[in-house]
């Protein structure tokens, strides 16, 4: 019998986010393929768990995943884990997952938390979809071209707070009324979470430590209704006895519109 790989969540600051199921498994297995071990331990300390860890990072992957594979097929069972949050994302584990998959091992993923999925808990936004896109690239052209390509996204990504204020004057060369919301430190003593037109959150980082980690979310343009609509809904108000000041007024509320687009559909 081959043994089972489980994926497990642990904390992305606060020791007290992990489940209890994580830290059954945790002790259950035969071995922990931790990112980090010095990391890993003070989860372990926090919960008396003994089980023994094992390196497993990004740069040795191909060589790990083998031997951790090689114990799997022994009858082993071993956990995953991260430094911080769900493995792989934006976290190693793939090269492993996909070798267990070829050699027919069984996979658990032992859920829990995510930064990711944290800042999407705790802000509203429109709609129901999000694109969420790791760490943002280094280059200017490149970071540019992803903002511009995903206006119509709600636009998720990870960013180190060396390098926010830059990437906040890209965003707002390229997306000038862009709304923008940022979770820092999430779960942790210091948490923020700010929703801000970016012109306003630039202002508001100039003003803040540039420390702790961070995800961030540029809000999707929100996008006018079609003509037909709009011209129904013009109507309506106009048989209601709305004057011309009243309809931009109330369109301009309700559905975000431009007033000088509203004016000429009204004359229309
Ligand atoms: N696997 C992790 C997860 O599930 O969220 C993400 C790992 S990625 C290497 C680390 C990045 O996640 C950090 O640089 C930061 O952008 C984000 N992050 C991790 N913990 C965070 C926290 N407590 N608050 C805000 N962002 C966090």
């Given at each position: 019998m081959t043994g089972i790989l489980y994926v497990v969540s642990t904390p992305i600051?606060?020791?007290?986010?992990?489940?209890l199921r994580a830290i059954e498994t945790l002790k259950s297995v035969d071995l922990i393929a931790s990112e980090d071990t010095r990391t890993t331990s003070i989860l372990l300390e926090k919960y008396s768990i003994k089980t023994k860890t094992e390196s497993y990072h990004k740069f040795s992957e191909s060589k790990k995943a083998s031997k951790i594979i090689e114990l799997l097929k022994e009858g082993l069972n071993v956990a995953l884990v991260s430094?911080?949050?769900?493995?792989?994302?934006?976290?190693?584990?793939g090269v492993l997952i996909g070798e267990a998959n070829k050699n027919n091992i069984k996979v658990v993923p032992i859920g829990g938390i995510s930064a990711v999925i944290t800042l999407l808990s705790s802000i509203q936004k429109e709609g129901e979809d999000f694109k969420f896109i790791g760490f943002l690239p280094r280059i200017k052209a490149q970071i540019e071209e992803i903002i511009t390509k995903n206006q119509n996204e709600n636009l998720v990504f990870y960013e180190s707070p060396k390098r926010i204020q830059e990437t906040l004057e890209i965003i707002k060369e390229k997306r000038t009324n862009s709304l923008i919301s940022i979770g820092r430190e999430?779960?942790?003593?210091?948490e923020e979470i700010k929703t801000l037109k970016i012109e306003d959150m630039i202002e508001f980082y100039k003003l803040t430590p540039k420390k702790g980690e961070m995800v961030c979310m540029i809000h999707k343009e929100k996008t006018d209704p079609d003509e037909t609509i709009l011209k129904e809904k013009i109507k309506a108000l106009k048989g209601c006895g709305f004057s011309q000041k009243d309809t931009v007024k109330i369109l301009e509320i309700t559905?975000?519109?431009?007033k000088n687009r509203i004016k000429s559909l009204y004359n229309s």
């Open positions: 600051g606060n020791l007290g986010d992990i489940t430094d911080a949050g769900t493995p792989l994302i934006s976290d190693p584990g999430l779960t942790k003593k210091f559905d975000n519109i431009n």
